[in-house]
């Protein structure tokens, strides 16, 4: 599976930012998909994760409420949208796949993209 992950960018706080990642390469419905994020000097933390059809999806308490997780099976595609950004969710963002289920450890997606940066200024 390659994933190709784009959208990053700098915003204000309180601004909106949508990220996208486009997989290829294998059954996209049948591989869970994840938002990482990494911020200078600390681990891969997960932000949000989809089941393979879309129907479950999980949130890291710091951005419940704020950021939906998406996808499009026909399209190969999954989505963050983030918003009422926050200066702390300044990081790195990776999207990740794994076969079928979710889970939170980053150890265990076998599939990632190659991060985009976003930025929020305060």
């Known amino acids: 599976v390659q994933l190709q992950a784009s959208g990053g960018g700098l915003v204000q706080a309180g601004a909106s930012l949508r990220l996208s990642c486009a997989a290829s390469g294998a059954t996209f419905s049948e591989y869970a998909m994840a938002w990482f994020r990494q911020a200078p000097g600390k681990e891969r933390d997960i932000v949000a994760a989809?089941?393979?059809?879309?129907?479950?999806?999980y949130y890291a308490d710091s951005v419940k409420g704020r950021f939906t997780i998406s996808r499009d099976n026909a399209k190969n595609m999954v989505y963050l949208q983030m918003n009422s950004l926050k200066p702390e969710d300044t990081a790195v963002y990776y999207c990740a796949s794994r076969y079928f289920t979710v889970v939170l450890a980053s150890t265990m997606y076998n599939y990632w993209g190659q991060g985009t940066q976003v930025t929020v200024s305060s």
């Open positions: 989809i089941n393979w059809s879309g129907s479950s999806a």
